[in-house]
């Protein structure tokens, strides 16, 4: 097969790109030994990724990397060794903060915007998968907005918006750095899907406005405060009548009120269509959540239902999700 100068040309570029962005992150990106807490010591627990983001020492990782540990050890791609103990874990996002003893020397890593990804677009991934420290492979980014079960005891508790990628990722790969073409981080590497499901394909958490005040609120308290009304549903298309009333698609309906929550006590009822909250329209359970922050605890909250043929304004108070 004759290949041609303008073949050759593209994959120069794609080269360019691909080991421009590895110079730039591998220094950033470090291994996990993560430890566990025995009597009498400490046993080597797993393994995993980190991204430094903050000289003073912090990283970013995945926070089922670092599950139930304190800490460990990592090692960054020059062979500099330094202990870190876990700052804080939200595994409702699975993003985690842990701090090393390394100081300015961390060459940190330049956070970008996954909310500009594009289907189709360049990305690399950088971590440590099997041990292999400094591991690079690229790839595009295969599809947006997917969705998948937090590593929680909730359950129904979904991480929205993750970025699917073909770029190869093994485990050991979470907690690392998916990077666009400019070298940016815009996504924690955080799941493999396969083999014989998926080969080909892994999850990103992304590195948007959302999970950047996550990791904010790691750094600075150790814990992501959520407000919680006490509901279950999904998804569904809105009645006709409910649709002509507020000129919106889709709601929530309301399958489960548990008992003694705060939507139950503001009176709202299974097989409720949710509309809005504080006059923000939800029509997913992924928008339910994105409004459910810290801000809203305890302070009066309007709710919108439809119910029985019309529309009715609720009032709820939520109270603090428990870890």
Known sequence: MTVSVEDLEVLDAYSRVVTSVAERLIPSVASLRVMARVPGGRRPQGAGSAVAIAAEGFLLTSAHVVDRSSGGVAVFADGAEAEFEVVGADPLSDLAVIRTAAGARLTTATLGDADRLRVGQLVVAIGNPLGFAGSVSAGVVSALGRSFAAAASRPGRMVENVIQTDAALHPGNSGGALSNGAGQVVGINTAVVGPGVGQGLGLA????????????????????????????GGSR?????????????????????????????????????LLGVDGRPVSDVGDLQRLMTGERIGRRVVVEVFRRGEVQTLQVVPVELPD
Request: hydrophobic letters at 45%; aromatic letters at 2%.
């Open 205 to 232: 958490v992304p590195v948007n406005a959302t999970t950047r005040g996550i990791v904010a609120a790691l750094m600075a308290d150790g814990r992501v405060r959520r407000a919680y009304l006490g509901i279950a």
């Open 237 to 273: 298309p809105l009645p006709p009548k409910a649709a002509a009333a507020t000129g919106r698609e889709r709601g929530i309906e309301i399958l489960t009120v548990v008992a003694g929550s705060p939507a139950s006590d503001a009176g709202i009822r299974p097989e409720d269509l």
